[in-house]
């Protein structure tokens, strides 16, 4: 598999630091996976939405698709003994790891074989085994968090770094301040990774922050703005962030992107913005698209066999859905484990706790 | 004629902003977004956005400037999108607004509400599921008002936002669609419901239940079904946590003889361990049974739907803890 | 032998990092300065800069910080200069560390310990005297222990160090410096005890007192006092709040037929309610007298010195409370 | 009087603005009061250290010696529609802002006559119709708190500004970068002051924070540095901080200061910096020195008249505290009072709930 070689969307953008160059190297095999994963991805999210409109996922669901790249391009960068800690937007995090299909499905129904078992739901995400530490509900916690992780690898040596992915919104969040203080007092191997799509919720950017450059909010933190929707210039990135991180601790990466999705289930998505802006985004940035583009000026495959790619990922989500609907609801029993790892014994109670009540062990 | 509760607590609000220029609301999407839960429709487009402000999500600081503002003697509404997150913020509800009338000596008063959905809500896991009605109501200096029907709703937070001391209004989400029947008196914008007094929503005299914001309808609900068998409920709705109103609910066990308490929350330290305190401190030779407590399960709560069911009362769970106070044989009861 | 509740802190950690490389220790001032209140007195020394790591005054960051360290598999003890200040992080206590396991069915455990002086110490004022038992305590996925002596500070900080669960230790800032006699099994480097099981300090027939942490020794001393005027009191050190230990609180009750519940906490939800809550449940025929309830007062902690006296239980406060349960004539337990 | 022009003693330094200048407008009438205010703060400190050791105050107690010029300045620039709020380290900036040795003393004795009525103690102080918020105990609450006084002035329309003080260990508390993105959002006369003592508790200023550049850390809003034993130079500084912030929003002001005695009565001060680096402050650099000397030089008062008013101070200390102890302790029905400020006729507890209760009004 020859090496291929490709300018990034636009240049990198570096706020204390002297950003890496546009030139990537790539290969038949990696477009064409990243094609793939993506496309898996987006009709995976797709095929979420359409679940939640019949009523089988509750609560709230996240959907990713428009920022498949970020996640594409980081795993392209990295091994798994890095670590990855994201927001409650995580299905495709989690596929990113090495998660299935089924167990995506199988949580946002609440199902036995989600990846927590059913016990989690959308939000709730993990596969410690590939380093992906979750699936946080709180705006920001995750910061901090992954900076615990990259705690812990220095601790131990191991020579692996975390990416903490956080939204545009949460980056004014303090908690982020306070560890990424830490972090550079204390050299850890962090990587804060803003997606910044744009929006919090129904906020534009600029109405939530006096400055939403965040690639330089950590001040005396290097930055980097990169073109979240090319998965190349994210690699180029990502790989650039890790080394820097393992030799000088704190960095952060602006990834510059777009959610196509409202910002959960029962936002439209379309009050705070124009659809002409989301039509554009589509048109002129699509990740898979621009794969899709390279892939095609570089012949490595035909349009047809791109399509048939598609058609063959729609099938497997299809099926990875009819699976995941016939795993069964958690046990009742279920209710009680997992509160801790070690229950002594101790009762604990359900609503009636006269009828209700299990033995900790 | 019926409300919603959530027209109750955005006429409720909308009338106190327009009788007094100190009131103004802050909060993530409160604005331009009409309110994550859509509480505060319209007001941005009538008061404008000095008086309606939307935040980043910052919790702690936007918590620490509305309570600075209450020092400074305005009148600030908060809204939480959840109380789940008014843990970032928990210091300044507690440290910066509960204490400094006492620490001042009355120098420096807070008149502040906190509002937003709190406890259970359907299928929004572990993080986004906990009541703190237990954690804030046993706080001197704080309020802790919980509203069940759209009066409630409508009076308690008009009451709230009136109160010269912080506050904090616990509402329920799943309750915001539900309608309920409103007179003309509760519609009038002079209505205020006075805090620290509990209602009586249902008479009855064999047992009493206490509950509060979404557990009122449940209680009522099993009422139903066991006066059908034979059992007169008396159901209370506690309406304001701290100060809790000891007396209605002492009278009404001095009466009734049992009493269940019911709530969402975890059960250690909860509402209905105050309640059994409070009665036993004070009605103990009346109870002809011991307290029966239904409270949320004592784990995080799952998302599984049936897991989730397990995890917060039902109303099977109600019915059967009252027919176990009346029929089952106390020895207690029998010798006297 | 006698050491005092300092030492054994110190010495325990030591141990345990001693024996576990895993294990280390962050906070303001724990190295360098060697601890505000001396704790980690000479670990710098011993483990150098990578595990006894002084933080800069970010709770909510190094809090979070430590959550995370614990579930790449480390076992930090993240102390808080007191635990007024954890307020800040107590969104990572409750929703980083107390549910994960559970939300993750399981893949992510927390083995960490959060530890500092809790509740009032002298003449410190309301912000920084508050009692934090009853919150961590109702929370599914904590385990919080409260220990009064040197044993217990020892014997519980050692196994809240080698627990694979996030525990919550509440130490006592007026208890550091007081000695306790040890013998050499808790001198041992392998003394552990276990979580979850109180301790009967002082055996007792005719009343039972539940405590923790500094109100064990008032209840001590008050036991003394009230056993030369005949009443035999039993005096329960509750060492853990969660899980309580409700089999040795009920059996003791069952044995008295009279409870006293002592706290330095506000008394709304509070530890009280909720032994009176379990008593009532379990044993309610076993009760000869309606549960008496010994808590702080309902205000913020005042700094005059009169004032705050009033505002925390004294010893006479027990001895009356014991002789109403004791000597009160009581309708029930008359016509039994 | 005549007006007296002086150089502060170093130019300041800016961030995002262009500095005022070093030449400072005074008077004799002004210099003198600075000399007898600060050497007023200087011996009721002082005089509460001895107060301390001889058990008449409890607890925590947070002495400002060394810190005077930063109050005085403060005071001299602004009026008492602008606010003040700081944290614990509170006597002076109480006296300050017009309040009195006797309410201090008595306040640090848990007496009626104190300042909040005996039931605050030494970090609760107050005077709330000079604009004075307190007298903070959780380290970085003062600065959202400050806000949003800035925030009320500012929908009042009351063209007035607050100053919010907080120290070198604070300023990497996340709710300051919360409140101060806030602050600019929404164009707050909010002036953060860092007093920079170069120490919170034991922890020298870089071991805490990785850019120890405090006047900088507000990114996106200006900052200036400024001596802060120079009273003159804190006075203009902070005229020249209320101007920007009444026309233009936040601004942060580092005043690079010095705390004699240690963190609190606990703390000797002396194990984590060394004698050298405390008494050279002293000899070099002390606020009421740098005064006394400007006096002489200037010919405003002799040396004499000066030691004068120095006994004087001394005289009206003693006589304070004098009255102070004569002030009993609080009733004990003040334990049940200002809970709330409307308490409905509802029941309160003591320890012995039956035996101690009240009914708050
Ligand atoms: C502390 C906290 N406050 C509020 C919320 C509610 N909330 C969930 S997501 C969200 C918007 C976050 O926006 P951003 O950080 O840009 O991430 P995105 O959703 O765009 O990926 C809000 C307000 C929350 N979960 N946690
Ligand atoms: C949130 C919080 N954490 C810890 C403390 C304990 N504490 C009180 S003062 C202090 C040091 C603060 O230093 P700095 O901000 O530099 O102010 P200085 O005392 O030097 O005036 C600490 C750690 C506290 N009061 N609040
Ligand atoms: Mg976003
Ligand atoms: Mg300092």
Redesign the interface.
Known sequence: DSIITVETSIPFTGHNIEPPSRTVETSSFELLTFFKDMATMRRMEIAADSLYKSKL????CHLYDGQEAVSIGMEAAITRKDCIITAYRDHCIYLGRGGTLVETFA?LM??QAGC?K???????FYKKENGFYGG?????AQVPLGCGLAFGQKYNKDEAVTFMMYGD??A????LFEALNMSALWDLPAILVCENNHY????AEW???KSAAYYKRGDYVPGLKVDGMDALAVKQACKFAKEHALKNGPIILEMDTYRYHGHSMSDPGS??RTRDEISGVRQERDPIERIRKLVLSHELATEKELKDIEKEIRKEVDEAIAKAKESP??E?S???TN?YVKGFGTE?????????RAVLL | KEMTVRDALNSALDEEMSADPKV?IMG??VG??QG?YKITKGLLDKYGP?RV??????E???????????????KPVVEFMTF??S??A???I???A????????????V?IVFRGPNGA????????S?CYA??Y?????L?VLTPYSSEDARGLLKAAIR???PVVFLENELLYGESFPVSAEILDSSFCL???KAKIEREGKDVTITAFSKMVGYALQAAEILSKEGISVEVINLRSI???D?AAINASVRKTNRLVTLEE??????????I??SV??ES??Y?D????????????M??????ER?????IE?IV??VK?VCYRS???AA??
Chains 1, 4 share one sequence.
């Open positions: 996922i509750r609560g709230f949580e609440g199902r927590s059913g016990k989690g739901g959308s939000m709730h946080h509900g709180i705006v920001g919104g949460a004014n969040q303090g908690q919090g919720m129904g906020t109405r939530a922050a009050t705070y609801m958690p009742p279920e209710l009680f509160v604990s109670f359900g609503a009636d706790r006269k009828e209700v | 103004f993530e999407e331009e977004y994550a000095e402000r939307d935040t980043p999500i910052t702690a600081g936007f918590t620490g400037i509305g309570v600075g503002a209450a020092y400074y003697g305005l789940n997150f843990m970032q928990i210091d300044h507690i440290n910066s509960a204490k400094s009338n006492y620490m001042s000596a009355g120098q420096i008063s008149p809500a359907a299928g929004v896991g572990a993080q986004h906990q237990s954690w109501a046993s706080v001197p200096g309020k109160d010269p001391d006075p805090i620290g701290r100060p809790l000891r929350g975890f059960p250690q330290h909860g509402v209905g361990a105050e059994c305190a036993v401190e103990f030779a109870l049974a011991p307290v029966e407590r239904i409270a949320g399960a004592d784990v995080p799952p998302y599984a739907a049936n897991l397990m995890a917060v009362p039902q769970d059967r803890a176990r106390v020895p207690l010798t006297a």
